[in-house]
């Protein structure tokens, strides 16, 4: 429901929009109100908060700009929806009622129905757009303000680290006797230190594409900013799935370093390969769509395996986002997702009929980081391949490859909970 405030001494005039609103403005239902003063306005305008506002210019206790003014003095001037109407052209009091925070004016006598549900139209949805997009910026500052704060922990902890490492050190150097003992625990702790440094880039990589999705949602939106028909509610829905994509990405990869560092910690539980695949599919929306990718999927054979859910989230996730990446340039995109049973063992598997990989070439660098092997075809770090086989591996898993170039690549992962 929208709620419009007609603000006009003028009876006809008043009828005149009422007429206009109620039978063309495109909204399911439209409750209006009407004040003929100023004080009456700013008084009504508290009370019911308006989508909308018609402001007469002249008004027999006021002018719509002091009324403009008095709405500021209770709310902020960026979440006024205000149109100006005035009796003259007065191209000097447009420009005043814009500066003073009217969103548009029109003329009397100059406007007709068409004008008049155009204009009111384009003022509600702009307003809209302007609040969402303030409340997405801050929760953006939000989401910001958590990584600096994740970042400030991971350099105390590398420090904290150091500290230990001189530790170590000079103990080591006194306590002879402990020489094996120490030399282990130097060992984990340097592994310990360089899996920090990774987990920084992999949180890069894997936030690369959320970021990726918003960006192109917001630029749909900005090159559709009128909406005519209930899309808009979508694009909005698909924004808010993408800021949970990215707290989630953020959420599994500090798992991951919590199992390199407190191996057996992480509990293995049934996962449900359909549901977790549709939750990767619905993350990855806007680059099928936008690539015109099919994924087909299959688990019949292996509906079900004993894995750490948010694991093998990163490992499927990874794997679906290189498939549509790395796509071939001249067909359309075709992944298949499917799971079985290979001596009693679970194997999942994703294929894709894209560009390739030469493993004679690569093969013995593909999982090592910061390696790529076709950087035309869009942005990354060379960090998902070398993620993804450093959690299968540390369960106990490994993964095979099947690849020809120009023909597409199946990577067959042999899972272990």
């Known amino acids: 429901m929208k709620k419009i405030l007609l603000v006009d001494d003028n009876e006809q005039d ?17 409750e209006l109100h009407e004040a003929t003063s100023g004080e009456e306005a700013i008084r009504q305008y508290r009370a019911i908060r308006p989508d909308c506002v018609l402001l007469d210019y002249n008004l027999p206790d006021t002018t719509g700009l002091e009324v403009l003014v008095g709405f500021k003095q209770f709310f902020p001037v960026e979440t006024l929806c205000v149109i100006m109407i005035t009796g003259g052209g007065s191209e000097m009091l447009a420009v005043r009622a814009l500066n003073e925070g009217a969103l548009d004016y029109l003329v009397k006598q100059h406007f007709d129905r068409d004008l008049l549900v155009k204009t009111v139209t384009h003022a509600i949805e702009k307003n809209e757009w302007r609040q969402y997009q303030a409340r997405y910026h801050a929760e953006l500052q939000g989401v910001n303000q958590q990584l600096r704060d994740s970042l400030a922990e991971l350099t105390a902890i590398r420090q904290e680290l150091a500290s230990k490492n001189a530790l170590l050190e000079t103990a080591h150097t006194q306590e002879k006797a402990h020489n094996k003992e120490l030399d282990t625990i ?5 592994r310990t230190n360089a899996d920090l440094d990774n987990f920084v880039y992999a949180a890069s990589h894997d936030l690369r594409q959320p970021v990726h999705n918003l960006r ?6 900005r ?7 209930p899309e808009e509610a979508e694009v909005l829905r698909l924004v808010d799935e993408s800021l949970r994509a990215l707290v ?24 449900d390969l359909a549901d ?3 939750d990767i599919l619905q993350a990855l929306r806007p680059q099928m769509v936008a690539a015109e990718a ?3 999927t299959d688990f019949a054979e292996l509906p079900e395996v004993e894995y750490v859910r948010s694991n093998l989230r990163t490992v499927l996730l990874n794997l679906a986002t290189n498939a549509i990446k790395y796509r071939y340039p001249d ?6 997702v499917r799971s079985r049973l290979q001596d009693g063992k679970p194997v999942l598997e994703v294929q894709d009929n894209g560009l390739g990989i030469n493993l004679e070439k690569h093969g013995a660098e593909l999982f090592q980081l910061f390696r790529r092997f076709h950087p035309q075809a869009g942005e990354g770090t060379g960090v998902g391949l070398f993620l993804v086989n450093r959690l299968v591996q540390a369960t106990g898993g490994h993964i095979e490859v099947e690849s020809q170039e120009g023909e597409g690549t199946m990577f067959r992962v042999f899972l272990r909970s």
Do not use: C, K
């Not at 929009?17 to 909204?27: A, I, K, M, Q, V």
């Not at 130097?186 to 340097?190: E, W, Y």
């Not at 090159?223 to 028909?229: E, I, W």
């Open 276 to 278: 977790l695949t549709a």
């Open 331 to 336: 067909r359309t995109p075709q992944v298949w």
């Open 248 to 271: 989630t990405t953020i959420t599994d990869l500090a798992h991951v370093v919590q199992v390199e560092q407190l191996p057996g910690e992480q509990l293995a539980e049934t996962v």
């Open 14 to 30: 008043r009828m005149l929009y009422r007429r206009y609103l109620t039978r063309s403005l495109g909204y399911e239902s439209l």
């Open 223 to 229: 090159r559709t900013a009128t909406f005519h028909d």
């Open 294 to 296: 099919d994924i087909q």
């Open 186 to 190: 130097n060992q984990r702790l340097a």
């Open 216 to 221: 192109g949602l917001f630029d749909e939106l």
